[in-house]
């Protein structure tokens, strides 16, 4: 994983645990919004990623595309106020990695959309602010900056 | 206020589909906006117009357009009404009427729910307005194919490398 693009940081996950920066575990590439702000305390971050470095997509398959539209149209409306943030997660340019939502209360995860690609994993973290949920596009902006980052 | 294009529209500040307060300025995020006033849910012409809409959000996400649509429901309904249609663009709810008036949208021939005038505006990121429709007739209201144009004129203005 070469520099951070402008809009992206570093996350690391090692099946259990969550670091910001480059720690233990893989490193993905996510939203850096979510780290910018007040972290919410104890929030519970629904990981669907796997610590294998060979769990990827390419950005561009339509059920990427697809869990996007979802969390568009349904999974933002069904979470409400416990949202905090939600991000996907970039291995480089056109990788796919998984995505996180982080929630201030535990929610329904079995209905997270984006469990279809890779399963889930709670974490408890304190490192997730929160941002406003994205109003569109369901693309990716910029190569190697995780959805919903980036701006033209 | 003037709604002509040109002007600079209001950078409307109200609850979306759910109840998270958000400015306009901010939904549109840098990005071309298609702004629907929508009487409400329960008319068959809004329902059909924004059946339509619907239809073309693919096309606006891919392009990175938006579409934005207020009306005076309340957000639950508007969630309601926005997962029946299965749209994924923002609502925007006026139920308070906060801005009906101070926009002169107010539709004069509903007096049971005063609610918008069905309009249309599309605009640059910066919320200056680029073409205005009035859909008090549903042949005034903007086609699929007027934002089509729309959008591609604003996209061409704003996006340096549009023609490269």
């Given amino acids: 994983m070469g520099e951070l693009p402008d ?69 933002i409306p069904l979470l409400g106020d416990a949202l905090v943030s939600l991000t996907t997660l970039a291995l480089d340019e056109a990788r796919y990695g998984g995505a996180i939502t982080v929630t201030r209360e535990p929610v329904t995860w079995r209905e997270d959309p984006f469990a279809r690609i890779f399963p889930g994993t709670v974490v408890r973290s304190d490192l997730f602010c929160p941002v406003l949920p994205p109003a569109g596009p369901v693309v990716e902006r910029y190569a190697g900056v995780a959805w919903p980052g980036g701006r033209f | 206020m003037s709604l002509d294009p ?7 500040d109200l609850p979306d589909h759910t109840h998270r307060q958000r400015m306009l300025s901010e939904v549109a995020s840098g990005d071309p906006v298609a702004l629907l006033f929508s009487r ?35 957000p639950e309904v508007q969630s309601a ?8 663009f923002t609502f925007l709810s006026d139920a ?38 009035d859909g008090n007739w549903y042949w005034g209201r903007p086609t699929i194919e007027d934002l089509r144009k729309d959008m591609r004129a604003i996209s061409r203005a704003v996006r340096k490398d549009f023609e490269r």
């Fill in chain 2, 6 to 12: 040109g002007e600079p529209f209001p950078d409307l």
């Fill in chain 2, 96 to 133: 308070e009427r906060a801005w009906l008036p101070r926009l002169g949208l107010l539709e004069e021939t509903d007096t049971l729910h005063h609610p918008y005038r069905p309009t249309a505006f599309t605009l640059y990121p910066d919320l200056t307005i680029h073409a205005a429709y």
């Fill in chain 2, 81 to 88: 009404f926005r997962a029946g249609l299965g749209a994924r």
């Fill in chain 2, 40 to 74: 409400g849910w329960w008319c068959p012409k809004e329902q059909r117009h924004l059946r339509e809409v619907t239809a073309a959000q693919d096309e606006f996400e891919v392009a990175y357009a938006r579409i934005v649509v207020v009306s005076i429901d309340r």
């Fill in chain 1, 7 to 75: 809009g992206a940081a570093h996350l690391s996950f090692d099946g259990r645990t969550l670091h910001a920066g480059r720690g233990p575990g893989r490193c993905f590439m996510i939203d850096a919004r979510c780290l910018q702000g007040e972290p919410v305390s104890g929030a519970y971050a629904h990981v669907c990623a796997l610590p294998d470095e060979d769990a990827a997509l390419e950005f561009d398959q339509t059920e990427v595309q697809q869990v996007r539209r979802d969390a568009m149209a349904w999974w």
